[in-house]
Antibody, heavy 122, light 107 residues
Framework: EVQLVESGGGLVQPGGSLRLSCAASGFTFGNYWIYWVRQAPGKGLVCVSHINWDGSATTYADSVRGRFTISRDNAKNTLYLQMNSLRVEDTAVYYC???????????????WGQGTLVTVSS | DIQMTQSPSSLSVSVEDRVTITCRASQSIGRNLNWYQEKPGKAPKLLIFAASSLQSGVPSRFSGGGSGTDFTLTISSLQPEDFATYYCQQSYSTPRTFGQGTKVEIK
C-alpha cells in the first residue's frame, strides 16, 4: 500500500524555522516527482515546491522562494522541506503528494499524505 | 505561471442532482488537467486525470471532459458523500497550479 506520512509541523514564532518530513512506503520512492502542497485556513490548494526523481531539479512558489528548501533522501525514502524565516501567512496544512505519470496519460498527484499543520504566530 | 479559474465558486444542490463544474486555463494545456475532491480534515483525493480518465476506485458518476483551455467535471447524480470542495489542477507545466475550488453544498 502506498503511504506518505508527514511530520514536523507545529507552532513557531514569526522568523522561526521548521523542518517538515514526508516518509514514503509501498512504492519505489526514487521513481517519482514529489510535491509539497499547502492549504491555508479557509483557502485553496497551492503548490509550494516540487523535486524531481534524484533531487537535481526543484521549483518553488514565489511566496516561499529563498526561504524554503526542498530535498530528498532516496535511500531513506524521505522528502524534506526546510522552512526558514517563517511568516504568519505560511500558516497552513502542508501535504506531500506523489506525482504519477504514465505513457499516454499526463502527470497527476495520485497519492497524498494526511498533512501536517504549521502555525506561525507570536 | 498558468492560471486556473473555476466556476462557480460554490453551488447548492440536492441529492441526485446533476452537477457540472467548469475550469478554464489561461493558456492551452492540452488534456493535462486533473480533478480532486477535498473534504474537511482529509487529504485531497484524485478523481479524474488527463481530463477524462477516471482514477481507479472512483465511482462512474464522476466524469470529465474538455481540452485546450476549457474543461468540465460532471457528477451525474449527486450522492450524500459527494458534498465536498472540488479543485482542478493543470499538469502541463511547472509550477503546477490549482483552481480556487468549487464548494458543493446541500440545498
Amino acid at each position: 500500500e502506498v503511504q506518505l506520512v508527514e511530520s514536523g509541523g507545529g507552532l513557531v514564532q514569526p522568523g522561526g524555522s521548521l523542518r517538515l518530513s514526508c516518509a514514503a512506503s509501498g512504492f519505489t520512492f526514487g521513481n517519482y516527482w514529489i510535491y509539497w502542497v499547502r492549504q491555508a485556513p479557509g483557502k485553496g490548494l497551492v503548490c509550494v515546491s516540487h523535486i524531481n526523481w534524484d533531487g537535481s531539479a526543484t521549483t518553488y512558489a514565489d511566496s516561499v522562494r529563498g526561504r524554503f528548501t526542498i530535498s530528498r533522501d532516496n535511500a531513506k525514502n524521505t522528502l524534506y522541506l526546510q522552512m526558514n524565516s517563517l511568516r504568519v501567512e505560511d500558516t497552513a496544512v502542508y501535504y506531500c503528494a506523489r506525482e504519477m505519470s504514465s505513457a499516454g496519460s499526463g502527470p497527476r498527484m495520485d497519492s497524498w499524505g494526511q498533512g501536517t499543520l504549521v502555525t506561525v504566530s507570536s | 505561471d498558468i492560471q486556473m479559474t473555476q466556476s462557480p465558486s460554490s453551488l447548492s444542490v440536492s441529492v441526485e442532482d446533476r452537477v457540472t463544474i467548469t475550469c478554464r486555463a489561461s493558456q492551452s494545456i492540452g488534456r493535462n488537467l486533473n480533478w480532486y475532491q477535498e473534504k474537511p480534515g482529509k487529504a485531497p483525493k484524485l478523481l479524474i486525470f488527463a481530463a477524462s480518465s477516471l482514477q481507479s476506485g472512483v465511482p462512474s458518476r464522476f466524469s470529465g471532459g474538455g481540452s485546450g483551455t476549457d474543461f468540465t467535471l460532471t457528477i451525474s447524480s449527486l450522492q450524500p458523500e459527494d458534498f465536498a470542495t472540488y479543485y482542478c489542477q493543470q499538469s502541463y507545466s511547472t509550477p503546477r497550479t490549482f483552481g480556487q475550488g468549487t464548494k458543493v453544498e446541500i440545498k
